[in-house]
């Protein structure tokens, strides 16, 4: 893939990050505002993704030959995207199921002061989510 398509699939890429998030904040004020931003995130997610499918598999029958060197390269690279998303997601898993059980827990020791063991043992338990996907990265890291 030559620097220019890299070049333009990045830009693409941005732009559809850029451009929903500039409509959800600059958009005006009524309730069709978040469906509206939703839609648009959509479209430019979907659309960045075939203008990526098109430049990645467009010119494979030129590089086929160049395709059987790089192979090794790429199953390296989605075993570190893998282990980038394992431990991504699980810790945004865990910050969202920590915020509920924190707020819950601080909710509860506020009314009985001897509910901080119980109440403890599940925030613990949402922060573990966290761990488990630190350690199949871990994991996926140590096959590379």
């Known amino acids: 893939m030559t620097l220019t398509v890299k070049l333009l699939l990045i830009a693409a890429l941005v732009l559809s990050i850029i451009i929903p998030f500039g409509y959800f904040l600059i958009g005006e004020k009524n309730k069709k505002r978040y469906k509206r931003a939703v839609g648009a995130n959509v479209f ?56 509920s059980a924190a707020s819950a827990a601080l909710g509860a020791i506020s009314e009985d002061p001897g509910a901080l063991g119980k109440s403890l043992i599940f925030v613990g338990l949402a922060e573990g989510v966290c761990l488990y996907g630190l350690i199949i990265s871990f994991m996926i890291l140590g096959q590379l």
Do not use: H, K, R
């Open 44 to 99: 430019f997610f979907f659309g960045a993704f075939v203008i990526a499918g098109i430049m990645l598999f467009g010119g494979m029958p030129a590089e086929a030959a160049e395709g059987a060197a790089e192979t090794a390269g790429n199953a390296a690279g989605f075993g570190y995207l893998a282990a980038a998303l394992s431990t991504g997601l699980s810790c945004v898993g865990g910050g969202i199921a920590v915020a």
